[in-house]
């Protein structure tokens, strides 16, 4: 079980780190006319970073998945709709209101519930 959770989220946080990169990227582009964003793209260190944690996420997902059922696997990647926007707001100081605070909440909330009810 712990060897489960603990593959479950390493898993996630490749993905949240991957994100993190997306956003450097997309940070380095920002204002350029698309064929100039795109040569920029290419040459953006964290875009190559962010493509190797998403294949390496990828593969590590389908070996989890040839040992945990859908059902109690899936829930973690909703972990990253609360994870990558907090450290969205606290590595690039993005905006996060009450509501928010409230929907992460929810998630986290719903998120213990289906690995409690699938764990039985």
């Given at each position: 079980?712990?060897?489960?959770v603990?593959t ?15 956003k ?28 190797t ?13 040839s ?25 690039f ?21 289906t690995?409690?009810?699938?764990s039985?």
């Amino acid at each position: 079980m712990l060897f489960r959770v603990a593959t479950l989220a390493l898993f996630t946080l490749f993905l949240a780190c991957g994100q993190i990169f997306f956003k450097q990227v997309g940070l380095a582009i920002r204002n350029q006319p698309m064929p100039v964003a795109l040569l920029s793209m290419a040459r953006q260190p964290a875009l190559y970073a962010a493509l190797t944690l998403y294949g390496i996420s990828t593969l590590l997902w389908i070996w989890i998945l040839s040992r945990v059922p859908l059902m109690q696997a899936y829930p973690w990647v909703a972990a990253n709709v609360a994870i990558v926007p907090l450290i969205g707001w606290f590595a690039f100081g993005e905006r996060v209101t009450p509501a928010f605070w409230l929907g992460i909440a929810l998630i986290m909330t719903g998120i213990l519930l289906t690995q409690t009810a699938t764990s039985t």
